[in-house]
């Protein structure tokens, strides 16, 4: 499932991309969202709203995770897919 979870992730990272118009580096976990992506705040507001109409889940809604502790690729994968084991 966590496989799943970071395909899809990075598809909607790649869509938002596309959408404006940024060029992005070879996308790993370890990726950084902000410092190697360039999102800024409205961008990475946009991919958690795109994720969360995507999974039909908000990990961050009950604040255990808090939006600001995600940095990677994988730490956005991890979330969402325990949010994921958790609602099923």
């Given amino acids: 499932m966590a ?6 992730v990075e598809q909607v990272i790649r869509e938002l991309a596309e959408e404006r118009n940024l060029q992005l580096p070879t996308l790993t976990g370890e990726t950084e969202i902000v410092d190697e992506l ?8 946009a991919l958690i709203a795109n ?6 889940v908000d990990p961050f809604a009950a604040e255990d995770v808090m ?22």
């Fill in 3 to 8: 496989e799943d979870v970071k395909e899809t």
């Fill in 38 to 45: 360039g999102f800024n705040s409205l961008m990475v507001a």
């Fill in 67 to 88: 939006i600001t502790d995600i940095r990677t690729i994988k730490d956005l994968t991890e979330v969402y897919a325990v949010c994921l084991e958790q609602s099923n």
């Fill in 51 to 56: 994720l969360e109409e995507v999974f039909g």
